[in-house]
């Protein structure tokens, strides 16, 4: 059951300057930061607040690595903005399957780790109105 929005991932072509923007905007701080080489992504997590089901909801700032990346290709064609909606899930691996049997295309076997050791999965956006869509389960919930 998909519980949060865990987080929005927004692209952006240098992290330190966007951090700055969000922390004098909106004095949003960082709670986490972590490079995660396997999706080619610098990352920075804006905790927004805790939710009722265990985890919490995040902005996240995501520049690339690589430009032959999800995110550098995505920003070469369309410029910064969002990139991403993620939904919270106590087992994305049940969620996935379920989703999957409605005919959504679920990008990976299994899921990999995304950031702060969760476990991740994304649907493909032509499957979801033009939304690519994460589904998350936290470290501090999948234990
Ligand atoms: C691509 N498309 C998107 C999109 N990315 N549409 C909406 N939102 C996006 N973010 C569209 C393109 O415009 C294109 O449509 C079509 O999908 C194919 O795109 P492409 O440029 O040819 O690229 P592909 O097919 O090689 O890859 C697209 C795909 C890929 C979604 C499969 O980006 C992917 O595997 N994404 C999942 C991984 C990811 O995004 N990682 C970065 C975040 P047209 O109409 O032009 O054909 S990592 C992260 O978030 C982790 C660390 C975490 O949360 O913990």
Redesign the pocket.
């Known amino acids: 059951m998909l519980t949060r929005i865990d ?1 929005i ?1 927004i692209a952006c072509f240098d992290l330190d300057k966007t951090v700055e923007f969000y922390r004098a905007t909106y004095g949003f701080e960082v709670f986490h930061s972590e490079v ?1 080489e396997e ?3 610098r ?1 920075a997590m804006l905790k927004i607040n805790d939710t009722g089901d265990g985890g919490a909801s995040y902005l ?1 700032l ?1 520049e690339p690595t690589r430009e032959d ?3 550098g ?2 920003l070469a ?1 369309n410029g910064e903005g969002v ?2 909606i ?1 939904f919270g899930t106590a087992d994305v691996d049940a969620d996935s399957a379920a989703i999957r049997g409605k005919g959504v295309r679920v ?1 990976y076997d299994e899921p990999r780790i ?2 702060m050791g ?1 476990r ?1 999965t ?1 649907l ?3 499957d979801c109105g ?3 869509t ?1 589904l ?1 389960t936290s470290a501090r919930t999948h234990e």
Do not use: D, T
């Open positions: 987080h991932g995660n999706q080619g992504v990352e996240q995501l990346s999800a995110v290709k995505w064609k990139h991403h993620a990008l995304g950031s969760s991740i994304f493909h956006p032509k033009g939304v690519l994460e998350v």
